[in-house]
């Protein structure tokens, strides 16, 4: 006779999902001033702005964002940011400031928490269709989750190379 396994995948989510924004903040508020335009990499075929601190921060936050809410249809970003990453070769207006993004961060923290909280299995089972595919909602969080620390390391490098003392990466939230 076998024995179900009860395992608090919720709570285990939100512990690495809530670490990899909080690895991504501590790169954000580590980054002075000098280097908020820093690019990340010089050869690249995409316009040069793509590769800077600040872009690279507002391009995971965008995509936190967006694939929280699991679909394209409907979603727009709260003020001040806009649809900019939808569309090919599109920037925003201006360099968002880092308070900006500060505020951003922590929106996408709080609806990234209670979009876990409220999982179900149904919603959880829910297809996601995006340009690059479609997946189960449970699998975009996943998704999402390395796609928010793969852009926090590449800030924790650049920091890095450039002289700024970061922190380790957080091994989880409570």
Not at 21 to 31: E, G, H, S, W, Y
Not at 66 to 75: I, K, N, S
Request: proline share 6%.
């Amino acid at each position: 006779m076998h024995t179900a396994i009860t395992i608090p995948w919720k709570p285990i989510i939100w512990s690495q999902f809530g670490a990899a924004i909080d690895t991504l903040n501590d790169m954000l508020t580590a980054c002075p001033d000098e280097l908020w335009r820093a690019r990340l990499w010089e050869n690249t075929s995409a316009r040069p702005e793509y590769a800077e601190f600040w872009y690279r921060v507002y391009h995971a936050l965008f995509w936190l964002d967006l694939y929280l809410t699991g679909a394209e249809e409907g979603f727009m970003p709260p003020a001040p940011f806009a649809l900019i990453e939808m569309k090919e070769d599109d920037l925003p207006e201006r360099v968002y400031t880092k308070a900006e993004l500060q505020a951003y961060l922590q929106y996408g923290r709080q609806k990234c928490q209670a979009t876990i909280e409220a999982l179900t299995d149904e919603t959880a089972q829910r297809r996601c269709q995006f340009a690059w595919g479609e997946v189960s909602f449970v699998e975009l969080l996943l998704y999402n989750l390395r796609h928010v620390q793969e852009i926090a390391a590449q800030l924790s490098l650049l920091l890095g190379q450039k002289g700024v003392s970061v922190p380790d990466s957080v091994p989880k939230v409570e």
